[in-house]
């Protein structure tokens, strides 16, 4: 399985931002989705993630109510809408795709290179 994410880019704060991942290789409809992030010096942490049913999303509190993940099956798909950004959440941002429904970056099945999300003040 092949993740490509895409859609990050420079954004002023309050801003807006939707990154979409790709899966190829296999179908993603039997399997749970995750975002997580890196932003330098740090380690890699939770955003957000959803259950291969799409009836079950859990987010990181730092991002509840700003962020909405979703997943779209029949484009092998993963989203994460991004609104309201603050310069906190710059980061490479990564997504994920696992047999287990984890709040944490490890032990997901395969992962994304990860696309850059910059938020300036």
């Known amino acids: 399985v092949q993740l490509q994410a895409s859609g990050g880019g420079l954004v002023q704060a309050g801003g807006s931002l939707r990154l979409s991942c790709a899966a190829s290789g296999r179908r993603v409809g039997n399997y749970h989705m995750g975002w997580f992030r890196q932003a330098p010096g740090k380690e890699r942490e939770f955003v957000a993630v959803i259950s291969w049913r799409g009836d079950q999303t859990y987010y990181a509190d730092s991002v509840k109510g700003r962020f909405a993940i979703s997943r779209d099956n029949a484009n092998n798909a993963v989203i994460l809408q991004m609104s309201s950004l603050k310069p906190e959440d710059t980061a490479v941002y990564y997504c994920?795709?696992?047999?287990?429904?984890?709040?944490?970056?490890?032990?997901?099945?395969?992962w994304g290179q990860g696309t850059l999300v910059t938020v300036s003040s």
């Open positions: 994920a795709l696992g047999k287990l429904l984890l709040f944490t970056p490890r032990n997901w099945d395969y």
